[in-house]
């Protein structure tokens, strides 16, 4: 299983950034892709999900209405369209893969795969 997160850079606060995550193998089809982000001197932390049933989403109260989370099944791939973006948003972000189970959708441990994260600076 391989992700690989594309996307991050440097914006202005107010800016938009969309994150892509391509998923190889059997990712999509048996697991639940996410997102999280670690800024330096934090732990890591939980963005959006899916449900492990269904399409319900789910976010962070901190970027809840200024991020969207979505996947193509076609292209095995996640996105995070992100707007509005803030100078608290500047963190590596990783996608991630857990099983299609129930559990903590944002405890990063119930998460098995992760990609190699991508830089996104906001500017103010």
């Known amino acids: 299983v391989q992700l690989q997160a594309s996307g991050g850079g440097l914006v202005q606060v107010g800016g938009s950034l969309t994150l892509s995550c391509a998923a190889s193998g059997r990712t999509f089809s048996d697991n639940v892709m996410g997102w999280f982000r670690q800024a330096p001197g934090k732990e890591r932390e939980f963005v959006a999900t899916?449900?492990?049933?269904?399409?319900?989403?789910y976010y962070a109260d901190s970027v809840k209405g200024r991020f969207t989370i979505s996947r193509d099944y076609t292209k095995n791939t996640v996105y995070l369209q992100m707007n509005n973006l803030r100078p608290e948003d500047t963190a590596v972000y990783y996608c991630?893969?857990?099983?299609?189970?129930?559990?903590?959708?944002?405890?990063?441990?119930?998460?098995?795969?992760w990609g190699q994260g991508t830089q996104v600076t906001v500017s103010s």
């Open positions: 899916f449900s492990w049933v269904g399409n319900r989403k």
């Open positions: 991630a893969a857990r099983p299609k189970t129930g559990g903590r959708y944002s405890y990063a441990p119930e998460y098995d795969y």
